[in-house]
């Protein structure tokens, strides 16, 4: 595979695979379709809007293709400019990137890791239930006879990684866009969140963070009510 | 019959897999949710297949969860591999086993962008050498830790204890299996079997007796997503996709799932607890959910290892039925013991899903 987007004949069969297409108002042919029309108000419109969003990234659509094009990368692409440009702000699912870099992107950093155990609790996540909560609070003792090397020098599972490594991930971040990519997150979030009144801050806990990663306007499926 | 022609077929879905010396680098998803499934794999490479698998201590994510939730873009990505492929290189082996499909999907996509575009390799050392001073060689050989078990199944069927097969009824125990997106939907031909027949769990689970069961969305997502599953807001997307797939393997009856993925049993193990909390609606017999495994899980039981010690006391769904059915003792007082035998305390049972103790 060379590129994500050869002449799209708009055959549809990334709709008829596609699990986001089944859940919500998202049409990954229309995406093929737009992006190929090359026509710059409609792309910034799409840039800005949640529908850029609802992609799973399975790429089921790249199996079926018959032109081998995947619009699961074409998506990445959009996401990618629309945080460039700051466009992702203007959609209640586009404003979750934010949550994304605060948990994942920094969990990175952190830990050399793209999930941390404490980070993915059963209260912001009650659906993993209570085997999970017994977990959480036993983890060291679970970790330890499982045979984990749990925040323990050397290797194993979930040992801590050496600081002089996360320290080349870091470099290797600012070097090559990711750092840049988190700034430009958090510069336009910030600016967002005085827009809408919201109180942001640093971390998880604050007014704008908890309403992007609980908002839902229940306008995202309406086409299947 | 002249099968010659269609084993020349069958010869294009096949992969090259190494049969040593292995470069071992974890994963996100299976190393916090599924520590014993990890840990049992390298348990069987060294004491059952004697095979040489390394792990170096300051290897990391490939960011995969960071590249497709599109925070990192894939200049970073490419590098985080290269210096994945650094290290490998520095301790002297040729073969990269992820324990990830996602990583496994991220590794091939690399590596293909790199053998269409030299320069984006060229990219790649100049900045790993200026950011970390490394150097790296591309892998002689890729393989997922699941392709290795496919390679070595009957090696395994061999020296197992057990079998996927009802001890009661001699029958073979009805198998779903579930080999996630990222193994080969985007590069069929880096998977066994392809994504049309992909086989690498199909293999395994008839090399050790059990009968896999083709359902209707067989090869439909999870629904993990990653900003799908991870923020709340998204979740109704990822548990539906589930659904969608237990509906439509119920009829048939499954005594199993296996995965693939790290991610994938996972969310098969906790949203059959959500839906059953949600809508009181159960998959498996009297009441429990189907009992969802991971490859090296499967493989641990077949060759009778303790469940506890690969660490089937961590999913919600009860894996007791299925452990019945094999014929497999086990201790229920230790099912949730610490290292030692310490008492920490069990979870609370659920309202609705049965589950054993």
């Known amino acids: 595979m060379k590129e994500g987007l050869k002449a799209c004949i708009n055959c549809g069969t990334c709709t008829a695979i596609c699990p986001a297409a089944e859940f919500y108002n998202y049409d990954p042919r229309e995406i093929a379709d737009i992006v190929q029309l090359q026509d710059d108000e409609k792309l910034e419109a799409l840039m800005k809007s949640d529908t850029i969003w609802y992609c799973g990234e399975c790429m089921s659509c790249k199996t079926r293709c018959p032109r081998g094009n995947a619009p699961g990368l074409i998506i990445m692409a959009l996401r990618a400019l629309s945080q460039e440009k700051g466009y992702f702000v203007e959609s209640e699912k586009g404003r979750q990137q934010l949550y994304m870099k605060r948990t994942v992107g920094e969990w990175i950093l952190e830990h050399g890791y793209c999930l941390y155990l404490e980070g993915v609790g059963t209260e912001n996540h009650p659906e993993q239930g209570p085997v999970w909560d017994w977990r959480q609070k036993h983890w060291g003792d679970v970790m330890e006879r499982l045979g984990a090397n749990y925040k323990g020098a050397g290797p194993g599972i979930l040992r801590k990684i050496p600081d002089e490594a996360l320290k080349e991930i870091k470099d290797i971040f600012d070097l090559t866009g990711a750092t840049e990519r988190f700034e430009k997150i958090e510069k336009f979030s910030e600016k967002k969140a005085s827009e809408m009144g919201y109180k942001s801050g640093k971390g998880l806990d604050n007014d704008y963070v908890e309403n992007i990663f609980s908002k839902n306007n229940q306008q995202h499926n309406s086409k299947h009510e | ?357």
């Not at chain 2, 939730?69 to 290269?82: C, H, Q």
Request: charge should be neutral; aromatic fraction near 12%; glycine fraction near 8%.
């Open chain 2, 1 to 357: 019959m002249n099968t010659d022609a269609k084993k020349a077929v069958w010869k294009n879905y096949q992969k090259e897999i190494a049969d040593d010396n292995y470069f071992y680098v974890r994963s996100c998803v299976r190393q916090n949710f599924f520590p014993g499934a990890e840990a049992t794999f390298l348990r069987i490479m060294k004491e059952e297949l004697n095979k040489d698998i390394f792990e170096e201590p300051s290897h990391t994510t490939c960011t995969g969860i960071g590249f497709h939730g599109d925070i990192v873009p894939f200049e970073t990505t490419m590098t985080v591999v290269a210096r994945q492929f650094a290290l490998m290189t520095e301790h002297g082996y040729k073969n990269l086993v992820p324990s990830c499909i996602t990583s496994f999907g991220i590794y091939t996509e690399v590596l293909d962008a790199w053998s269409h575009y030299p320069d984006l390799l060229e990219k790649a050392r100049l900045n790993l050498k200026k950011a970390t001073g490394r150097e790296f060689e591309i892998p002689k050989n890729l393989a997922h830790a699941s392709d290795i078990f496919y390679k070595f199944r009957n090696e395994l069927a061999a020296i197992a204890k057990y079998k996927l097969i009802n001890a009661n009824t001699g029958q073979p125990l009805k198998v779903v299996e579930h080999i996630g997106c990222h193994y080969a939907k985007m590069f069929p031909s880096k998977g066994v079997g392809g994504a049309e027949y992909p086989y690498v769990l199909s293999g395994m689970v008839e090399s050790w007796g059990g009968e896999v069961i083709d359902y209707p969305e067989r090869r439909h997502c999870c629904g993990f997503g990653f900003r799908q599953y991870l923020v709340q807001a998204n979740r109704g997307f990822s548990i539906a996709c589930s659904k969608k797939k237990f509906e439509s393997m119920e009829p048939y009856k499954p005594d199993m799932i296996i995965t693939n993925c790290p991610g994938c049993p996972m969310f098969l193990d906790k949203w059959q607890y959500a839906i059953a909390e949600l809508e009181g609606k159960t998959y498996g017999q009297d009441g429990m959910g189907i009992p969802v495994f991971t490859f090296e899980e499967v493989a641990g039981l077949v060759l009778g290892y303790d469940p506890w010690d690969i660490g089937l006391q961590v999913h919600q769904v009860a894996t007791e039925p299925l452990l019945d059915k094999m014929g497999i003792g086990y201790d229920p007082r230790k099912k949730y013991l610490g290292a030692n035998g310490k008492f920490i305390g069990k979870p609370e049972m659920p309202d609705v899903l049965k589950t054993c103790c």
